[in-house]
């Protein structure tokens, strides 16, 4: 007769699993023994605190969109603007109050003043795997992080929680296919006509992050082509650009032009090195365009783009040679409490709902509702490393260099 296998081989299981996932986060942060602690510490409480809001916010927006939508689309967007911010200020809590991240804003008085008050279309290099919540955090200080939206890659949507969320909140998604993705983008341009409050929509225009490997490619077919041979970007895609400028600038009054910088002296920051607790100072200038100084023509926009990422690329190579960022004026944007008190409240609330849950159910007296527990703790842990690599630069869409001959593209791969 066969003995019945043990209830505790899940926990046993469950343990094991987390072994493996710390082993994994410890290489991959190439952080010593005891750095790693924090990032297993804090994955479990702060999947189990992200997942369930995130969740409770999911389905808040779900009952809005079905509900309210249909009657005021004005209405639900200022609804769900507070509604997704419940969920957003968890991210802004762990760059602010657990890592302790600093972000240096270089941009002068008048625009400063502007940001959060006017629709703005913004446009960054990708320097770094976590550029979206320094845009997020800017956006937070501006009063707009629930109308910050961005025009990304259709995998993200499918992300559980925080990709649902930008669904509910009108983010534009793209498939990469041009053929496809003109079509959307315009779609989503009028969408946005009759927004209620002011937005910013960000648009990463190098299509990609930066790595060394794509920098290479740039650099061959810059000198190929005949342009300028980028030093600390990537050549921008114009044409989801252009389209953006052509669409927009009857309702879009501004650009902010986005400048970002990691000190050479640190390690780039990522998600992982967030859990684990290790802070880092990011440069960040903003300069401001009216949308009316840009050319009319197609050809003219596109040219326009490609001339900001040459005075980026300028800025930025005089950071990393001399040590200077910006001649911009450098603003106090200080740690606000609003993101802290949100993760206070939802802390207590959940704890509260899972104390009652487990009293009322008896979760914990049975070897069934044990390994159901540990069950739940591992699709967190599970998910959250889902959360955690889909960030990864080593993991963003490789980047399509056409060759001399036209007829022939070479992928250079991540």
Not at 65 to 91: D, G, H, Q, T
Not at 302 to 319: N, P, R
Not at 367 to 390: D, N, P, R
Request: with cysteine; net charge positive.
């Amino acid at each position: 007769m066969t003995p019945k296998r043990s209830p505790l081989c899940l926990p046993l299981n469950l343990c094991l699993f987390v072994s493996k996932f710390k082993a994994k986060t410890a290489a991959a942060g190439a952080a010593s023994h005891s750095m790693a602690i924090p990032a297993v510490v804090a994955i479990l409480p702060v999947g189990v605190l992200f997942i369930l809001s995130g969740l409770i916010v999911n389905l808040m927006q779900m009952v809005c969109f079905l509900l309210v939508r249909p009657v005021s689309k004005s209405m639900y967007r200022k609804i769900n603007k507070l509604v997704a911010e419940l969920l957003w200020l968890e991210l802004i809590w762990l760059i602010d109050w657990w890592a302790g991240i600093k972000v240096e804003l270089y941009v002068d008085s008048k625009t400063f003043q502007l940001m959060g008050k006017e629709h703005a279309l913004v446009i960054s290099n990708h320097r770094s795997d976590i550029d979206w919540l320094v845009g997020w955090l800017v956006a937070q200080r501006s009063g707009c992080l629930g109308s910050a939206l961005a025009i990304i890659k259709k995998e993200i949507m499918f992300l559980p929680v925080i990709g649902w969320s930008m669904w509910f909140s009108e983010y534009v998604f793209l498939q990469r296919r041009w053929t496809k993705d003109e079509g959307t983008l315009k779609s989503g341009f009028r969408r946005l006509e009759d927004f209620p409050m002011p937005f910013w929509l960000a648009l990463f225009v190098e299509g990609t992050r930066f790595t060394q490997a794509k920098l290479m490619a740039a650099q061959e077919f810059a000198a190929s082509r005949g342009l300028p041979i980028p030093r600390n970007v990537l050549l921008p895609r114009t044409k989801g650009f252009v389209s953006s400028v052509i669409h927009m600038r009857s309702f879009i009054p501004a650009i902010y032009d986005c400048t970002l910088a990691v000190p050479n002296n640190q390690p780039p920051p990522t998600l992982l090195r967030i859990f684990r607790g290790q802070s880092s100072v990011l440069k960040l200038q903003i300069r401001r365009h009216s949308m009316q100084e840009l050319p009319e023509t197609a050809d003219g926009i596109g040219q326009w783009c490609k001339d900001v990422f040459v005075t980026k690329d300028a800025l930025l190579e005089k950071y990393f040679a001399k040590g200077s960022f910006s001649d911009q004026q450098l603003q106090n944007i200080g740690r606000p409490t609003k993101s802290l008190i949100v993760v206070i409240l939802w802390s207590i609330l959940l704890a509260y709902g899972i104390y009652k849950f487990v009293q009322c159910s008896a979760l914990l007296a049975s070897w069934e509702g044990i390994a159901f527990s540990a069950t739940f703790l591992v699709l967190i842990v599970i998910v959250m490393q889902i959360l955690i690599q889909s960030s990864e630069s080593e993991r963003s869409t490789a980047l399509t260099v056409p060759q001399k001959d036209p007829s022939q593209q070479r992928l250079i791969q991540k």
